[in-house]
């Protein structure tokens, strides 16, 4: 099993930003690729980024493409999730996720979840 811990969400003003973390542990090694989604009340858990932990590569949500951005470090298994320019409208619950499976967008392909961080952004 892979355990995910999410942290650094918060409070934040309209335009201000927060950078989320993502620490895994357990058997992260056996997934190929963590990925972020946000899910606001009342809505469909939302896709936001991904990124493979071996080489890198990355796949954005044109929702959030030029004001987030999905990171990484391996020596700490962590990933993170970097978020510019916030808006009112990015209030969620932010969760990461892993994957076995490859460079994934929809909620199904993920196998291992943590427990969400709430991110609150004021007008």
């Known amino acids: 099993q892979v355990q995910l811990v999410e942290s650094g969400g918060g409070l934040v003003q309209a335009g201000g930003s927060l950078r989320l973390s993502c620490a895994a542990s357990?058997?992260?090694?056996?997934?190929?690729?963590v990925g972020w989604f946000r899910q606001a009340p009342g809505k469909e858990r939302q896709f936001l980024a991904t990124?493979?932990?071996?080489?890198?590569?990355?796949y954005v949500a044109d929702s959030v493409k030029g004001r987030f951005t999905i990171s990484r470090d391996n020596a700490k298994n962590t990933a993170y999730l970097q978020m510019n320019s916030l808006k009112p409208e990015d209030t969620a619950v932010y969760y990461c996720?892993?994957?076995?499976?490859?460079?994934?967008?929809?909620?199904?392909?993920?196998?291992?979840w943590g427990q969400g961080t709430q991110v609150t952004v004021s007008s």
């Open positions: 357990g058997r992260a090694g056996s997934s190929y690729a």
């Open positions: 996720a892993t994957t076995p499976r490859g460079i994934m967008t929809s909620v199904v392909g993920y196998d291992y």
């Open positions: 990124i493979s932990w071996r080489d890198g590569v990355t």
